[in-house]
């Protein structure tokens, strides 16, 4: 259900492979482009600490008004994190040049993948979203890691550095509270005397893990020992799906952040909005910088 076209960029200005990996349909002139910044890139970029394992942070994204937004307040935050790789997985069939774009000046180190939904799961009345994204992530991190930590980040939450600090040495599957700007207003596991107690969860059902996507992270190698470990395409099922593939129990998580005393990220969750007005497209703004701005934009209908 999932295929990417990838290439490497390198650069005669340096003698390694360019940090940044671009995996999609690409055209000559984007590999040009990226190529040519590869200096200007390595020399922004903070030391990195060769000691600290690597975090994969798979970010599952989608073209609408707000992406580009959350995507840069995101990166924001990541660049004052050291030792991560960025797979942003866009759910689309053409690259978004303006991610890619902004992906390369943000000089974290980051992979973009082309990973749309399947269409027989676009036909559903409640759509599995983000299944494929993170699969295609997770597929990314098989092929090139083996060691570090996997993290699932939505580009609409927000993101404490202390979090990463907190799951970096992650030995199998690590939790941690997540803040819920909802009626519910937390996602947590329940501890009592430090021993797991149980779930807190504005929808437990009949999960065995009850957690926000947010609110865990695992460890690459134990991630490769579990082969057959996957994100299931089963709406309100997908955290729990997955990490039922992991054969972990609940009691032998590893709780993070104080003993799930603190929170160090919020499901914010930006409020969905409109398309823009087609105003900007009157003649009126021929030959001004609108008509560049314009294609930045989606255009309402």
Known sequence: DLSVVGCWCSSSLTSARCPHSYFSFYDKELCFSLTRTVKEEL??????????????IITPTYRRPEQMPELIRFAQTLMNVPNIHWIVADDANTTNYDVVDYLTYSSIPHTYLLTPMPEKYKQLSIKPKGVANRNGGL?????????????FADDDNTYDIRLFQEIRYTERVSMFPVGLVTKAGLSSPVLKNGKFHGWYDGWIAKRKFPVDMAGFAVSVQYLLKMQNAEMPYKAGYEEDGFLRSLKI???????????????????TQTKKNGPSQRTILQSKYNGTNLRILEKKMMIES
């Open 139 to 151: 597929m990314w991190v098989r092929e090139h890691a083996t060691s570090g930590v996997v993290y």
């Open 249 to 267: 129990e609940p009691e032998e998580i590893e709780f993070k952040a104080d003993k799930c005393t603190k929170i160090y990220v919020w499901h």
């Open 43 to 56: 020399g922004r970029k903070s030391p990195q600490d060769p000691k600290l394992p690597t975090i994969y």
